[in-house]
């Protein structure tokens, strides 16, 4: 079992940043390729992006390429997602997921975190 949790979200104005945290604790952490997902109200989940388990490449959907980066520190059990240029249609609640990477931005996650919000202003 991994447990993860996300903090970090919260209500920002269009053009600012945030930085999302997942801390997981459990299974080694660095076993697994972390993923970045949100789900907006009404809509399904989508995925943001991934990093591989050694940190050494990362992917991200078209809508957020260039504006989020995402990162690791496997001393820590901890990935971040940074957002920056944030815009109203990045309101959505944001979870992080530990699972593989299956090819490009297919991402099988096995275990999730409970989801913290981020809310951007106009």
């Known amino acids: 079992q991994v447990q993860l949790v996300e903090s970090g979200g919260g209500l920002v104005q269009a053009g600012g940043s945030l930085r999302l945290s997942c801390a997981a604790s459990g299974r080694p952490f660095s076993r697994y390729d972390m993923g970045w997902f949100r789900q907006a109200p009404g809509k399904e989940r989508e995925y943001v992006g991934d990093i591989t388990w050694s940190g050494g490449r990362t992917d991200y959907a078209d809508s957020v390429k260039g504006r989020f980066t995402i990162s690791r520190d496997n001393a820590k059990n901890t990935v971040y997602l940074q957002m920056n240029s944030l815009k109203p249609e990045d309101t959505a609640v944001y979870y992080c997921?530990?699972?593989?990477?299956?090819?490009?931005?297919?991402?099988?996650?096995?275990?999730w975190g409970q989801g913290t919000q981020v809310t951007v202003s106009s």
């Open positions: 997921g530990a699972g593989q990477i299956v090819t490009g931005t297919t991402f099988n996650t096995n275990y």
